[in-house]
Structure formats: structure tokens, C-alpha cells
């Protein structure tokens, strides 16, 4: 078997704040295989940006510190790569689509060039031939005229155009690893299908590897292989999408799906409200982040952090909980 394109093991972040150590992320490790596609969930503040801005050297230091853990790309350890070389892998082999165009894009520069600029940046393309490639990407994501748009400065463009040249920016060197964190989030649904469509065409020619961060999970069972939820730093549960939807082992998996099929909810595409409120992760609980939430918490779930074991029968699916979520559930149904 082909090794795995990315291995993160043991990520540790914390940001040093007036507030105290704000523990970001603790001791990570996942694998990502050629051709997957991960789907990354959690609640606001659950570690999913940081953890990929860190791999990527993008997290500003100070305040951020990386504590612990080992990036591996490619069998190269991204966390000991010289900035130059990470400078060459962003926005070459590894494409990035982050929220947030307006602070991502140079307000003075125009579309076309800061287009072209990454194209021949990271390709042997030049001049007309960059200039096509990158009207060709416009095209791609669904900007009207683009031979016109490449002219215009960013703040010409709507905000969900903005978000268009960005994806046109991530896919422009057709990435081996594209990393999107609510790239889709600002956008319309049916531009949101299109861009859906254009990554999955990308997945299908070019077999790119995707991890893609969002708080909808409808666009995690269109378009992952695998689901990863994420709550104060850790994995709570991960595994392929129609198993953990099928049948979750983490509770906190269970409150995110749980209203799933409500009409409301859907009509939304937003994550249902699980009650109470995220850790504070300056002061975080000693053990499993959410036993505060849980009302299938144990005592050892409130004292010693679960490691993720096996949750099912099922290859890869694996869940961080000492409690036994579908026995406890199918006890109570049988209790009425
Ligand atoms: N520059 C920073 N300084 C201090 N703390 C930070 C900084 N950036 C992030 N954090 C903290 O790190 C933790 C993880 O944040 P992160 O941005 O990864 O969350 P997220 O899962 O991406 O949330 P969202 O869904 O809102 O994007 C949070 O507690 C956040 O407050
Ligand atoms: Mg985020």
C-alpha cells in the first residue's frame, strides 16, 4: 500500500494570551491517504483552522506555539521545512482556500495579476500562456466575462465572487493537497453545488487529496470519504462519512446529527445547537472535553482524556469515549 500523503502525529498548539495558555490543539495525529477526501466538523473554537494553519507554518509566533508533533508530507516533516521551501509547497502542491478573501486578497493589485502571479509562481506557465490559464480558472469556478474580471481591482467583485477567485486561486496549480476551510460557506447554494462540482471533477482527473473544514454537514456527505468531528483541540470521532452518520459512538457526533433530518435544520444547512456552551480552552476540563455536556458522561469521562479506539466493525472508524454510546442508547429505548 501506497504510504499515506499526510500524517500528522502528536500536533500540539497553544497561543500564549494575557488570558493564559489557550490550549488550541492537543495531540493530534490522523493520516490522510491518496485521493481522500476528509470532512472536518466541530463547533466554533474545536481547533479545526489552527490545526491546518499550523501544519502549513501560516500560525503568527508569538502568540502561537507549536508544542509538540510532526507534520509529515510526503514523508517530509512540514514543521522542520525551511520557510522557503513551505512558501514553494503553499499554493503549489498544496492549495489553500481560506475564509476570509478580503484580508487574503491584495486590495491593490488586480484579479488577473494576483492570479497570474501564483501561476508562475508555481508553473513553467508565462505571460499569454498564464494569462489564459487564468481566465481559464475564472471560467472554472463561474465568473461571467472573466477576460474582463481579470482587469478589475478585488473590491469590484461581490463577496461571493471574491470567494470564487480565491477556490480559482486554490485549484490553480492543480494541488496534489487542497486544504478549504469554509470556503463554501459565503456562497449561494447553487454556487455552492458548482464549486462542489468542481472539486469533485478535480478529485475524479486528478485524484487530488482534500481536506475540507465546514459546519454543514450536508456538504460533508456530498462530497467526503471520511468525516472527522473535532471538539477542544481532539478528535471525538472519525471514520468513513456513511458509517459514523449511520450510527455514531461519540455523543457530541450524535448532537450534531441528531436534528439533522428536521426540516428546519436542513432548510439551514447549519449544525444543530447542542446545549451548553464550548470549553474554555485556557482552562480546559481535565478529561474529555465535552463530559461537561454529555449526559452519557462517565466519572472517568470527566477525569482521564479517552484515547480513540475502534468504534465499530468498520475499517477506520474510531471514536475518543469510554462510554458506550449505542448501548446506552438502545438501554434506553428499550426503557421507553
Ligand atoms: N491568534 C490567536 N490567539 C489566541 N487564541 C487563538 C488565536 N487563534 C485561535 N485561537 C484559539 O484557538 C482555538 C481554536 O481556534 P480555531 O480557529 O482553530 O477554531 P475553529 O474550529 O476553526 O472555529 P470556527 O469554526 O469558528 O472557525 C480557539 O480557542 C481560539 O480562540
Ligand atoms: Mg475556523
Known sequence: MAPPLLEIRNLTVAFDTPAGRVHAVNDLSYTLNEGETLGVVGESGSGKSVHVLAMLGLLPSPPAKILSGEVLFQGRDLLKLPEAQLRELRGGQIGMVFQDPMSSLNPVLTVGRQLREVIERHSDLRGAKAEARATELLDLVGIPNPGARLKQYPHEFSGGMRQRVMIAIGLSCNPKLLIADEATTALDVTVQAQILDLV????????????????????????????????????????????????????????????LPDEGARAQRRLYQIPGAPPDMANPPAGDPFAPRNPYATDRCRTEVPPLRPASPVPGHMVAAWYDLPARLAAEAAHG
Open 200 to 259: 469533485r471533477d478535480l478529485k475524479d482527473r486528478l485524484g487530488t487529496t482534500v481536506i475540507w473544514i465546514t459546519h454543514d454537514m450536508g456538504v460533508v456527505a456530498e462530497l467526503a470519504d471520511t468525516i472527522q468531528v473535532m471538539y477542544g483541540g481532539r478528535i471525538m470521532e472519525r471514520g468513513p462519512v456513511r458509517a459514523v452518520f449511520r450510527q455514531p459512538h461519540s455523543a457530541y457526533t450524535w448532537g450534531l446529527l441528531r436534528s
